[in-house]
């Protein structure tokens, strides 16, 4: 399924909140040990001008400061998220391909623990404030906010498995 078209019922109770922080916190380790062996052309690979698993793994790591904005928004108690970019134009100007693996993979790692370090910093009534998700058009509290982006991690994860299948 395409990522936009999926729709989302928040319905988790405040005590997953630890839950849904561990999937964000493993999200590099996860991508991390899907890469590893990979070979550089296997990488970097692209079929019908789809991304290659290089660059969804750099698509990650240029979401993360939309996170850390979205985060701003709930502390000045703003009502709506600011939106993302639904081109991803960062992630296609980005030149991921071109970039060592390594060097998105380690600033992934850095930019995702910044963002958990900040998640976990978070009081019970912080993590139960609302603000409308632009795309999705309903109330999202914080912890649906980051059950949000675990799935996004998930999606580009499965998309990477898919890719590998296909092109080992």
């Known amino acids: 399924m395409i990522w936009i078209e999926r729709q989302f019922k928040f319905e988790l109770p405040l005590t997953m909140y630890p ?3 561990e999937r964000l916190r493993g999200t590099p380790a996860r991508l ?4 590893r062996k990979l070979r550089a052309q296997v990488l970097v690979s692209k079929t ?3 991304w ?7 698509h990650l790591l240029d979401l993360e400061p939309l996170s850390l ?5 709930y502390a000045a108690g703003r009502s709506i ?17 071109l970039k060592p693996l ?22 019970e009534s912080f993590i139960q404030r609302t603000a409308i998700h632009p795309r999705l058009n309903i ?15 998930d999606h580009h994860l499965a998309r990477i498995s898919d890719l590998i299948r296909n092109t080992a």
Do not use: C, Y
């Open 19 to 21: 839950n849904v922080l």
């Open 32 to 35: 991390e040990d899907r890469l």
């Open 48 to 50: 019908n001008d789809q």
């Open 52 to 58: 290659s698993i290089q660059e969804h793994a750099g």
């Open 69 to 73: 904005v979205r985060l701003d928004d």
């Open 81 to 97: 998220l600011v939106a993302a970019d639904i081109t991803n134009r960062k992630t296609h100007e980005a030149g991921h391909n």
């Open 102 to 123: 390594q060097s998105i993979l380690s600033s992934f790692r850095s930019e995702r623990e910044r963002l958990v370090d900040k998640l976990e910093s978070l009081d």
């Open 139 to 153: 109330p999202m509290r914080v912890i649906d906010f980051a059950f949000f982006m675990a799935e996004h991690d």
